[in-house]
């Protein structure tokens, strides 16, 4: 099986290949559209900022490609953001992959710290199918300052300061604003789940 990882000039890929191989996985890091689209699976991670990224996306022409994809595809932090439809963050029009709004978060009180870093529940909807049951409810890892809303295509929640969509699914392309490079068991697993679809 053919694993690439977009490479975008963002932050974080390297542990997304570096997580892979732990679960016996090897991955193609590139930025080749060729490469990317003859992949069986398509990894999208990310970290970084939104409209830097956007622009360049499009001046590569990735920003096509990844629209393009027919294969499973699963968005990452930045990633997943960067598959909606406009993002707070910079006045950003996205992918508009997956229609819905990236919005920043706003602390309502002194202790509700941003971004939100650490270790989180998260808990998937009944449909899901990129989650199993031994995975809700469980603990995985977020470093975020802007989130997802809830809406049609959520497939997981967590809340921090209001519920905000933890993962999402629309069609083939699949997304956690989590890091599941960086949680552990559960991580993994979710990334076999993924390269298992």
């Known amino acids: 099986m053919k694993i690439a990882i977009i490479d975008y000039n963002a932050g974080n890929v390297q542990s997304v290949l570096f997580a892979l191989e732990r679960i016996g996985i090897s991955a193609n890091l590139t930025s080749n559209t060729e490469e990317i689209k003859s992949a069986n699976k398509v990894i999208f991670p990310g970290v970084g900022e939104a409209k830097n990224t956007?622009?360049?996306?499009?001046?590569?022409?990735?920003?096509d490609t990844i629209r393009s994809l027919m294969q499973p595809t699963l968005g990452i932090c930045?990633?997943?953001?960067?598959?909606?439809?406009?993002s707070e963050e910079g006045d950003t029009d996205c992918l508009n992959v997956i229609p819905l709004k990236v919005k920043k978060f706003i602390a309502t009180t002194a202790s509700q710290k941003i971004p939100h870093i650490g270790w989180n529940r998260f808990f998937f909807e009944p449909d899901a199918n990129l989650f199993t049951k031994n995975t809700t409810g469980d603990y995985a890892y977020f470093v975020h300052s802007y989130y997802v809303e809830t809406g049609k295509y959520?497939?997981?929640?967590?809340d921090y300061i209001l519920p905000f969509s933890a993962a999402l699914q629309k069609d083939n392309f699949y997304a956690t604003q989590f890091h599941p490079e960086k949680s552990g068991e559960i991580g993994e697993l979710i990334l076999k789940e993924f390269i298992n679809l």
Do not use: E, F, S
């Open 154 to 158: 959520t497939t997981a929640t967590c």
């Open 54 to 63: 956007m622009a360049y996306l499009r001046k590569t022409g990735l920003a």
């Open 78 to 86: 930045l990633g997943m953001q960067l598959l909606c439809q406009h």
